[in-house]
């Protein structure tokens, strides 16, 4: 059977049961072509036993190469993912079709195709229709990656050179050219304003677009490697009910949550030293003991008691229960009165007297309970930084609460998505399609459309229009928002005031694949490396996050393997790559330098046994990479509005029909909190029963 293609197909429609006419895939499936299903399909072992027990005995598929004719390998190939490509399209009410693809290598002389020509399914695109992820068709608005050693291919960039493990399929507009609600941009805050307008029953679809759902937050594969792009630091995502973090009540309330791997700290690399620092009212303190002796341990301490009766007030008024209309007042202050009034008679006058503070920079909470101990505020500095780009004089005092509470409570504990960031983007998705909702990818959008006075609907990349009966929410940044509203659509000191919001610095990337045997025998998933306290923690290039979350989750990676991610987080200036042609050497030259701080920081993390020329593969990525295929502005991290001086907007705007989510709407930057602005957003369209059923449902 080389060189041939074997295809089954079932008349039952596909739905994977125990019903599926598993003899028909014993009979068209070989045990050599069951060796190469990729890891990332373990609903097959689950309900086929005996698939997997033939699929052991050909786990190494350089067994299969050999087993070819001419079955020399090719240089530079990688067993167990050249050498086949599996293919799976499901949809709703259709068919179950698997292909298996041999390469032609080896065979009657044939050539070894390149990987664009394996990847993805061949299928005639219609307009408007989204094309299935991974295929080789390019959407108009992008182009090839930069280059052959570039990483300008963060996200699908339709170039066909990544699939990423993905077990839906796009929808796409179905032909149809309105929706109750259509979203533009599926980040966290888009899908999970679209996932709750669906479960609230209004027919919506997401707009994307690049060919990846997820925004800053997507996966992306390359080599058998599954890389994170953006966070991989999470907590709460098991929490339920009154306390939960934002997300995890969004996926909750949709009826998909997600399996979790917990620990229980990371790594810090600090002027003073080393150190493993781990979550709990009295881990921390250790350090504390060794760097500052017994004033730097006071001090913490009076800061946690001082943080304690505030921490329940910002659990208060939960995140779901938020609306950007005068419904709040029922959702919000009617439901939860009581509880209120109960948090403040329990924590007395503090709590009283700590409420106003919660709106101010969390630098002010900190002097005024009387710390001073330079190393407490540097630290105070790194987790505010960590949490909203800014410093502690910028941060929202109750952002940093919550998260106090979070980290530095008994038993607590910080959360890795088992199969990386991606599994919440694909459970973001189910709960989408589920209830109906839609997904567009590689849909991009020009123009949103205004008519009347009243955002009506959005202009497509091609032409195409489709109209919005009741609202268009935007998951974009405020400046992109900007460029897709007619000249006249907000009053001018709206736009003016958009377009000056304080913008934050961007990233620079590095994505590793390196063997196991090249790293601490103890690595831990998380490192975060401060080069220099003195010259502020936002300086370019002080701090470094690494990430290795193979460390928790193998199957991110081929056997054996460690992914790697390191960055500088929002600290790469734009303006020193503005205007550069990422295809000219001065690029090349220039992200070769200013990725040398993140080799570094990964040969200090990754211990004295890795060497870069030991790498067996490599990406980096620039502010331009940000900027091209995470569709951000100067490829921004977000906005730099700053605690106590300015204000986060609401998910409502001057221009009736048009609403926001994400990280340029309150209450801003961070996983928890885009996703709290996906709620607000949803639930101001929802009606006001619809809203008060959800949170019964999910128990807050």
């Known amino acids: 059977m080389a060189g041939r293609n074997l295809s089954m197909r079932s008349e039952t429609p596909a739905v994977l049961s125990r019903r599926w006419p598993t003899t028909m895939v014993r009979r068209r499936l070989s045990v050599r072509s069951l060796a190469v299903l990729p890891r990332s399909w373990p609903w097959m072992d689950d309900r086929w036993p005996w698939m997997a027990d033939r699929r052991r005995g050909l786990e190494n598929t350089e067994q299969l190469i050999r087993g070819?004719?001419?079955?020399?390998?090719?240089?530079?190939?990688?067993?167990?993912?050249?050498?086949?490509?599996?293919?799976?399209?499901?949809?709703?009410?259709?068919?179950?079709?698997?292909?298996?693809?041999?390469?032609?290598?080896?065979?009657?002389g044939g050539r070894w195709p390149a990987q664009k020509e394996l990847t993805g399914m061949r299928r005639r695109r219609r307009r408007g229709r989204?094309?299935?992820?991974?295929?080789?068709?390019?959407?108009?608005?992008?182009?090839?990656?930069?280059?052959?050693?570039?990483?300008?291919?963060?996200?699908?960039?339709?170039?066909?050179?990544?699939?990423?493990?993905?077990?839906?399929a796009s929808k796409g507009l179905d032909g149809r050219d309105s929706a109750d609600v259509v979203v533009i941009g599926s980040g966290i805050g888009g899908l999970c304003c679209g996932a709750l307008l669906a479960h609230y029953g209004e027919d919506v679809v997401i707009c994307e677009s690049a060919a990846i759902p997820g925004g800053a937050a997507h996966s992306f594969e390359r080599n058998g490697y599954f890389f994170d792009s953006g966070p991989s630091l999470f907590s709460g995502l098991s929490s339920r009910g009154m306390q939960a973090n934002p997300l995890a009540q969004v996926l909750d309330a949709i009826g998909e949550p997600i399996e979790s791997i917990k620990y229980d700290g990371w790594m810090v690399y600090l002027p003073e030293g080393d150190f493993m620092t781990r979550l709990g009212p009295d881990n921390f303190k250790q350090i504390l003991l060794q760097i500052c002796g017994p004033k730097g341990i006071s001090e913490w301490e009076t800061l946690q008691a001082a943080v304690s009766p505030l921490a329940k007030s910002t659990m208060a008024l939960p995140p779901a229960a938020i609306r950007g209309d005068a419904g709040v007042a029922i959702t919000g202050f009617a439901r939860y009165a009581g509880s209120m009034l109960q948090i403040i008679a329990e924590g007395g006058p503090a709590a009283i007297l700590g409420y106003p503070r919660l709106l101010g920079p969390f630098s002010d909470f900190v002097s005024s309970v009387g710390v001073?101990?330079?190393?407490?505020?540097?630290?105070?500095?790194?987790?505010?930084?960590?949490?909203?780009?800014?410093?502690?004089?910028?941060?929202?005092?109750?952002?940093?609460?919550?998260?106090?509470?979070?980290?530095?409570?008994?038993?607590?504990?910080?959360?890795?998505?088992?199969?990386?960031?991606?599994?919440?983007?694909?459970?973001?998705?189910?709960?989408?399609?589920?209830?109906?909702?839609?997904?567009?990818?590689?849909?991009?959008?020009?123009?949103?459309?205004?008519?009347?006075?009243?955002?009506?609907?959005?202009?497509?990349?091609?032409?195409?229009?489709?109209?919005?009966?009741?609202?268009?929410?935007?998951?974009?940044?405020?400046?992109?928002?900007?460029?897709?509203?007619p000249k006249g659509a907000l009053p001018r000191e709206d736009m003016e005031r958009g377009l000056r919001t304080p913008q934050l610095d961007s990233f620079m990337h590095?994505?590793?694949?390196?063997?196991?045997?090249?790293?601490?025998?103890?690595?831990?998933?998380?490192h975060t490396i401060v080069n220099n306290w003195d010259i502020g923690i936002d300086a370019p290039q002080n701090v470094v996050l690494i990430s290795v979350p193979t460390v928790l989750d193998a199957s991110l990676a081929p056997p054996g393997k460690?992914?790697?991610?390191?960055?500088?987080?929002?600290t790469e200036p734009y303006v020193i790559w503005e205007g550069l042609d990422r295809q000219s050497a001065e690029y090349k030259a220039l992200k070769e330098e200013r990725s040398e701080v993140l080799w570094k920081a990964v040969e200090r993390a990754l211990g004295p046994k890795f060497r870069r020329d030991l790498v067996e593969f490599s990406l980096v990525g620039s502010p331009l990479t940000h900027e091209r295929f995470l569709r951000r502005d100067r490829g921004t991290y977000g906005p730099g509005i700053r605690a106590g001086k300015e204000i986060f907007p609401g998910p409502t705007t001057a221009l009736p029909g048009l609403l926001c989510c994400g990280d340029s709407t309150f209450p801003g930057i961070g996983v928890p909190a885009v996703a709290a602005s996906g709620f607000s957003a949803a639930n101001t369209l929802a009606p006001l029963w619809k809203h008060w059923q959800l949170l019964d449902a999910i128990k807050v």
């Open 68 to 108: 070819w004719k001419g079955g020399k390998r090719p240089a530079g190939h990688r067993a167990g993912r050249d050498q086949h490509v599996f293919r799976c399209r499901l949809e709703e009410k259709a068919h179950l079709s698997l292909t298996l693809s041999r390469s032609r290598y080896g065979v009657g």
């Open 130 to 168: 989204a094309v299935p992820l991974g295929a080789v068709a390019k959407p108009a608005d992008m182009n090839a990656v930069d280059s052959e050693d570039d990483a300008d291919a963060l996200a699908g960039d339709g170039s066909g050179k990544s699939t990423v493990r993905d077990q839906w």
């Open 372 to 485: 001073s101990e330079n190393f407490v505020l540097n630290w105070i500095d790194l987790l505010c930084f960590l949490l909203s780009g800014l410093k502690a004089d910028a941060t929202l005092a109750a952002e940093v609460i919550y998260i106090f509470n979070e980290w530095y409570r008994p038993g607590c504990a910080l959360e890795y998505p088992k199969g990386g960031t991606g599994a919440i983007i694909e459970a973001l998705v189910r709960g989408l399609e589920k209830h109906g909702g839609r997904l567009a990818l590689r849909t991009h959008v020009d123009q949103i459309l205004v008519e009347g006075g009243r955002a009506v609907g959005v202009k497509l990349r091609g032409g195409r229009t489709l109209k919005a009966r009741k609202a268009v929410v935007s998951n974009t940044s405020i400046w992109d928002l900007m460029k897709l509203l």
């Open 510 to 526: 590095l994505h590793l694949g390196v063997d196991a045997k090249y790293v601490h025998d103890n690595l831990e998933i998380h």
């Open 562 to 570: 460690h992914l790697v991610h390191a960055y500088v987080p929002a």
